[in-house]
Every structure is written in C-alpha cells, then in structure tokens.
C-alpha cells in the first residue's frame, strides 16, 4: 500500500512564499510521476504541477513564474516552491503520487491535504 504524507502550508500575506513537501512511502513500488493539485471553496480539484519520473515539468498557467516544482524520485519526495503568492492561490493543496507495481498494476495515492490561505 503507497501513502503520501505532506507537510508545509499555512498563512501568509500576499507576495509572499511557502513551501510544501511530500514524501510517498511503501514498498514493492515506483513512482511515475508526482503532482501538486490544489482546491478552493466551490471550486474542482485543479492540477498545479507535476513531475514525471523522468523528469518532465508541468505547471498550471495561473502559477508559471511564481511556483517551482522539485523532487527526488529515488526519494519518492516532491517540494511545491511558491512565490509572489496572490489571495486566488488560497485553498487546500493535495500532493498525488501515480505508482506502479511489478505485476504490474498501477494507481494514484493521495495525500491528506494541507491548507494555504493568502491573505491580502
């Protein structure tokens, strides 16, 4: 069984940075790709990033320039990096990690989620 446990996140003003972490844990597994997506109130579930095992970087137009993607698939570890936060990037940000399996059989993980809240 794959899990995803994430950290970070929190309060900040408008302009600033937080950093997310999230580390995928398990055995008998890889990793093709972690994603950070996020969700705000009435909103759907929307892709921010992602990072393919190898090594193939994907950003949402709304945070191009202002987020950076990062990780260590040997690790099974991804950072979300985000500057010059606005008010709109509030909401709960969910770290996915898509694993495969020798059998081989493959599924999607999720983390439980961290709140982001941009004041202005």
């Known amino acids: 069984q794959v899990q995803v446990v994430q950290s970070g996140g929190g309060l900040v003003q408008s302009g600033g940075s937080l950093r997310l972490s999230c580390v995928a844990s398990?055995?008998?597994?890889?990793?093709?790709?972690m994603e950070w997506y996020r969700q705000a109130p009435g909103n759907q579930r929307e892709l921010v990033a992602k990072?393919?095992?190898?090594?193939?970087?994907t950003y949402a137009d709304s945070v191009k320039g202002r987020f950076t993607i990062s990780g260590d698939n040997a690790k099974k570890t991804v950072y979300l990096q985000m500057n010059s936060l606005k008010p709109e990037d509030t909401a709960v940000y969910y770290c996915?990690?898509?694993?495969?399996?020798?059998?081989?059989?493959?599924?999607?993980?999720w983390g439980q989620g961290t709140e982001v809240t941009v004041s202005s």
């Open positions: 990072l393919t095992s190898g090594g193939m970087i």
């Open positions: 398990g055995s008998g597994f890889r990793i093709n790709a």
């Open positions: 996915a990690a898509d694993w495969m399996t020798g059998v081989p059989e493959v599924g999607r993980a």
